[in-house]
């Protein structure tokens, strides 16, 4: 997992930069990404990938704190 062949392009929606990154798709889409569907893997260009890094650390620290509240 991560590594990806060259050429492949991101598979958000709108976006099309060169992917960095494959992750599986529903966690891409639970990240709140906008990702084709039926496809396993979701590529990610480094922004997206960020994107997508922001946004599940977000959650963990959301669920987090509302486990210690
Ligand atoms: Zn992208």
Known sequence: MGRIDKGVKCSV?????????SISAEKVKSAGLKVGSGEKRAYLCREHYKEFKK????????EKWRYSV
């Open 55 to 62: 946004k599940t650390k977000k959650d963990k620290t959301v």
């Open 13 to 21: 929606s709108g976006c099309g930069k060169d992917a960095v990154r």
